[in-house]
């Protein structure tokens, strides 16, 4: 059994904010085994020595929103300080194997919950990922269905009934799965939680939650780039319809995942785009794996609608900033937040960097880098329901643990200065985790 000693750092609470010099971190297995000052903890003969002296200590951070296109790039997410993954929409046998290769040491890789395919209430877009929900029956029995092939959590998307999600909820909840996903267009984020979704994906506020009948009737089935641009540019976050709305959020304790990185890449400036898709610094294997994952992601997408239009681009760009004022107004009030980042992309992108970036969008939306890494650590181990395995470093807890050069609490981009990765007890560098793509796996089921 693999033990290992991170010794000298500086302890980073993620709790309460405090933090604790010359720290050591003893590890048995996969889990923290002692955490205390060095003088008191000693390493145990055999140990592998991780050196965090005058480094910080920070648990593993989490994409809440990460579909997995490429086994490959697995890796990838470690060396960005991703160990743990939520991919919320995807082939089943194919989300099931990769957790399990994962899970039992034959890729490297974060941690993997799977949906498996979503949950929609029209004939599908991508056929291989998405099981239709149409009437409560089919609801119920997708459910039920997903159950038992050992998902993780449930995903909704765009247009799934009313009375569909409430067959959903009600089913997911008695076999202990929480519902997360879109509010449905048809819907308001209102109604949708009082129905009891769990968790909200992007900021997603419907025109019929805050606009007239006619004027929602007119913008909330437009093309998403378009809709959003458009609701958000009537929206007044002012006014006491989206007060209640929030207050609702934070009540119900639903847990809502931004996903800036998507909504922010389609109304980037060539500027921004181009010093966003720069890899310097990385092996050619990631891009060379990360090109044909985008490709087939945008051939996916032939009416582009997920681009921004360019005559309602400057309109994208300020309701991307209203967005974030709202979110700001959502921490202010106690709304648990995550980090997702719904992407693969280049550069800045990349699967982990991305919740890097996401990390600066928060603070960017007025948290503080604290509040940020609580987003991606002990709130999403939360939104998991794994609190008690995840998310801090503490006795008995998984050891998920990243060593740093730099105070992430003094400016939150710091995150990226990454010395260490420690997963499930297992140091490695960002380095090793980069240089070379990993080999196929051998696996038990290969024909």
């Known amino acids: 059994m693999t033990r290992t000693a991170i010794v000298g750092g500086t302890l980073v609470d993620v709790r309460t904010g405090k933090t604790t010099a010359n720290t050591t971190v003893l590890t048995d297995g996969e889990r923290i085994a002692e955490v205390g000052p060095a003088d008191r903890v000693r390493a145990p003969a055999g140990a592998k020595e991780v050196d965090a002296r005058g480094g910080w200590l920070i648990p593993g951070l989490t994409d809440m929103h990460a579909h997995v296109r490429s086994p490959a790039l697995l890796p990838v997410y470690l060396a960005f300080g991703v160990t743990t993954v939520r ?48 009437t409560v029956e089919r609801a119920e029995a997708a459910v039920r269905f997903l159950a038992a092939q050992e998902v993780d959590f449930i995903k909704v998307y765009n247009s799934v009934p009313e009375r569909s999600l409430e067959a959903i909820v009600r089913t997911a909840h008695k076999l202990k799965l929480r519902v997360t996903g879109h509010v449905p267009r048809s819907l308001t984020m209102t109604r949708a939680i009082e129905i009891g979704m769990d968790g909200l994906e992007h900021v997603r506020v419907t025109g019929r939650e805050m606009l007239s009948p006619e004027e929602a009737a007119k913008l909330d089935y437009l093309p998403v780039r378009r809709r959003e641009a458009m609701l958000w540019e009537r929206f007044d976050l002012s006014s006491p319809k989206f007060t209640a709305l929030i207050k609702r959020v934070a009540k119900k304790s639903v847990f809502l995942d931004p996903t800036f990185v998507v909504d922010a890449a389609p109304v980037r400036t060539d500027e921004e785009r181009e010093r966003a898709e720069r890899m310097d610094g990385l092996p050619d294997w990631i891009a060379e794996t990360i090109r044909p994952a985008r490709a087939a992601r945008d051939a996916a997408d032939p009416n582009r609608v997920m681009e921004q239009p360019q005559d309602v681009m400057e309109l994208g760009r300020s309701g991307l900033r209203k967005r974030q004022q709202f979110i700001r107004m959502c921490a202010e009030a106690g709304v648990r937040l995550v980090t997702g980042t719904d992407f693969t992309g280049l550069g800045e992108d990349l699967p982990g960097r991305g919740v890097q970036q996401e990390l600066g969008y928060l603070v960017a939306c007025g948290l503080t880098p604290l509040a940020a890494l609580r987003a991606s650590t002990i709130t999403a181990a939360a939104a998991l329901g794994k609190e008690r395995e995840m998310g801090a470093i503490e006795r008995g807890k998984l050891a998920d643990i990243l060593v740093l050069d730099k ?34 796996p051998e696996t038990p089921y290969a024909r």
Do not use: C, K, Q, Y
Request: hydrophobic share 45%.
């Open 87 to 134: 991919d919320p929409g995807g082939s089943l046998t194919r989300s099931v194997l990769l957790r399990r290769d994962v899970a039992e040491g034959r890729r490297i890789g974060p941690r993997m919950f799977i949906a498996g395919p979503i949950l929609d209430g029209i004939p599908p877009l991508w056929p291989e990922m998405t099981l239709l929900v149409d």
């Open 407 to 440: 105070d992430p609490l003094a400016e939150v981009r710091n995150i990226a200065a990454i010395r260490a990765v420690v997963h499930g007890g297992r140091a490695t560098t960002p380095a090793e985790l980069l240089a070379a793509p990993p080999p196929e």
